[in-house]
């Protein structure tokens, strides 16, 4: 049963009550009158026990909102972040609401059927979970009693089949590259490395002593997982890194020494229209687990050289690939039925 106490400052009186967290409140009546003051404590009594205290105190979304944001800051990378702020921007525009309390549980509902004419299920889903993650930060710190959009459900994703390429339309890309490209490209190939990975390669991160690669955080960078991974090189990844200049930080810098993520993508599309395939990073990267997974490397070590934070996503993704997949586990089953009885 909720529980609230009437105490009396100077003059005005005042509620003492916990919210749902346990957090210790105080709330003005804004009146020396006792008899106003219990009516009204009896009302926020009342409030409680219906779990409905956000009422009562509402947090303006322009006070939290950066609140929220700054806090994210710490743990975010700065295109995340960027991105959650674009989705409740537009979200809370949508909403219309000033106040956390305002955000209702049909407002959410209404956000999801808009968006999903505009954009695919799947990242209806990611948005809706940067929502969701929103409210429950406001719960958390005590600006909600409860979370409203608690309860709203995900789309169904229809389930993609991984693309990658092909020996021959590797062949096939490979032959129209510029020799640059065709190291890039070759890079990704052997090293499963994401878009901001390789154009933030640094030669520090290059040991060519032990052969591998490190891929680790920087105070103006981070990975997608937010932790370090090391991945062997291949002899032809070795061959190409060893063979490139070493004149900046960057292994594959601009005339200027910044990096090239725009460039890369164009001289991509430009060279897979010009070879007739359908390539992007992405499918690179694929293409690299792919072909580990069809070559009966472990689904955990493949997991690991990609930086999934869950073997499950590359078991989403790949676990199909495996050789004999399924029929190796039925064979698995230890059922003795050739034993006699004793």
């Avoid at 919210?19 to 008899?35: L, P, Q, Y």
């Avoid at 409030?47 to 409905?52: G, H, R, S, T």
């Avoid at 295109?79 to 959650?84: A, R, Y």
């Avoid at 490209?181 to 490395?193: A, C």
Wanted: positive net charge; contains cysteine; hydrophobic residues 35%.
């Amino acid at each position: 049963m909720a529980q609230a106490f009437l105490h009396k400052r100077g003059k005005v009186y005042y509620a003492r009550y916990r919210n749902r967290n346990g957090k210790e409140c105080w709330k003005s009546f804004k009146t020396n009158s006792k008899e106003i003051a219990n009516a009204k404590l009896a009302k926020l009594v009342e409030a409680l026990e219906k779990d409905e205290l956000g009422w009562l105190n509402p947090k303006p979304i322009s006070e939290y909102l950066p609140e929220y944001l700054a806090i994210c800051g710490a743990e975010h990378s700065p295109k995340t972040l960027s991105n959650e702020k674009k989705i409740l921007d537009e979200f809370l525009k949508f909403c219309g609401a000033q106040t956390l309390n305002q955000i209702t549980v049909d407002r959410v509902e209404a956000f999801k059927v808009k968006r999903v004419h505009k954009v695919s299920k799947s990242t209806v889903n990611r948005e809706v979970s940067v929502i969701k993650a929103f409210l429950n930060r406001a719960v958390a710190l005590g600006y909600l009693n409860r979370h409203p959009a608690q309860f709203v459900k995900k789309f169904k994703e229809d389930q993609k089949q991984i693309q990658f390429l092909s020996d021959e339309e590797i062949k096939k890309l490979l032959a129209v590259c510029s020799p640059k490209m065709k190291q890039i490209v070759t890079i990704f190939l052997t090293t499963g490395m994401r878009l901001g990975e390789l154009t933030h390669l640094r030669w520090k991160d290059v040991d060519f002593r032990h052969k591998q690669i490190i891929i680790q955080n920087r105070p103006d960078w981070t990975t997608k997982s937010h932790k370090p991974r090391v991945i062997p090189m291949h002899p032809v990844t070795f061959a190409i890194l060893s063979s490139l200049p070493k004149d900046y930080d960057y292994v594959f810098p601009t005339r200027d020494g910044a990096t090239i993520d725009s460039y890369i993508r164009q001289e991509i599309a430009r060279y897979a229209d010009k070879a007739g395939v359908h390539a992007s990073v992405k499918m690179f990267r694929s293409t690299f687990a792919s072909n580990l997974v069809m070559s009966g490397v472990d689904i955990y070590a493949v997991s690991k050289l990609l930086g999934h934070h869950d073997v499950k996503i590359t078991e989403k993704h790949y676990a199909h690939l495996t050789p004999d997949f399924l029929s190796h586990s039925v064979q698995r089953l230890s059922f003795e039925f050739d034993k006699k009885k004793g």
